[in-house]
């Protein structure tokens, strides 16, 4: 059985795309046939993967209508990892799709076909650093909402806001069987007071979602999309690495993917 995820956060630069790029691949290396979808129309995930952005190779004029998610699905250099990428044609979609019947529910229906496939047993969808239609189209697709929050100050601000548009879907139709999954820690640095109080304080507020793997701040994680690689083929060794891997793990786990 196929489980969505979109991975989500309208702030940006708190390791969304890092999360949703090395978490993948880490569930691909435990042999769990895993999707990326690349939402954004910057195509950060897209180029981190290794892969070249392409005109025409989006979900654009799936989303339209005029193609299939299938036939945008292109294989990476990990085993067991596919990507549909992005590319600048998606900036359009934003403002075009307010324009369109069921606008809320157009990706869900875009994903129908290949979710019913089974060929893969986790998709990720790596969403805009906004809670735009895009973002709001991934999560109506999904199963669980995946919010990846950085250990500094403010952290929390956005928080409730991101959380409340799931109750704001479901009152709208847009969704019936979205939740939120948990909240991934990133950048974390044990060395600082500031770092470990905001774990404490949203553990405090939403105990139940947050996963018990930090992903600490390194250089390496912010080094190897450059490369077009993945931490595991950038630096196997990493704490980077080791944090994703354990991730992973506890994903699959906490979700039930085998």
Same mark, same amino acid.
Do not use: W
């Given at each position: 059985? #196929? ?28 042999? %769990?046939?895993?999707?990326?979808? !690349? ?18 190779? /989006?979900?654009?004029?799936?989303? =339209?209508?005029?193609?299939? +998610? @299938? ?14 990428? /992005? ?5 359009? %979609?934003?403002?075009?799709?307010? &324009? ?22 986790? %998709? ?5 650093? +906004? ?6 189209? @991934?999560?109506?697709?999904? !199963? =669980? ?21 799931? !109750?704001?879907?479901? +009152?709208?139709?847009?969704? !019936? ?17 500031? /770092?470990? &109080? ?5 553990? #405090?507020? $939403? ?19 450059? =490369? ?8 196997? =060794? /990493? ?5 994703? #891997?354990?991730?992973?793990?506890? $994903? @699959?786990?906490?979700? @039930?993917?085998?």
């Amino acid at each position: 059985m #196929t489980k969505v995820f979109s991975i989500a956060n309208q702030k940006g630069g708190v390791g969304k795309t890092t999360t949703t790029v090395n978490l993948g691949a880490g569930l691909a290396r435990l042999g %769990i046939s895993t999707l990326i979808i !690349d939402l954004d129309a910057q195509a950060n995930a897209t180029s981190a993967l290794g892969i070249e952005k392409t005109e025409g190779k /989006s979900l654009y004029k799936v989303l =339209h209508g005029e193609a299939k +998610a @299938a036939d945008m699905v292109v294989a990476t250099s990990t085993a067991k990892l596919d990507l549909i990428p /992005s590319e600048v044609d998606l900036a359009a %979609i934003e403002s075009e799709l307010t &324009q369109a019947e069921n606008y809320l529910g157009r990706l869900r229906e875009a994903l129908a076909p290949l979710i019913a496939a089974g060929k893969y047993q986790a %998709i990720l969808i790596d969403c805009p650093p +906004a809670l735009g239609m895009l973002s709001m189209n @991934a999560l109506g697709a999904s !199963d =669980h909402l995946i919010v990846t929050l950085q250990t500094e100050y403010l952290a929390m601000e956005g928080l409730g806001q991101i959380l409340g548009v799931v !109750d704001q879907l479901k +009152a709208a139709g847009a969704s !019936d069987k979205l939740t939120v999954g948990s909240i991934v820690m990133t950048m974390y640095d044990s060395r600082t007071k500031l /770092s470990r &109080q905001v774990v404490e304080e949203v553990k #405090t507020h $939403f105990p139940a979602l947050v996963m018990e793997t930090m992903i600490p701040r390194t250089v390496r994680l912010s080094e190897c999309p450059s =490369h077009g690689q993945t931490i595991f083929q950038y630096d196997v =060794h /990493s704490p980077g690495a080791v944090a994703y #891997t354990a991730l992973a793990k506890e $994903f @699959a786990k906490r979700f @039930a993917l085998k």
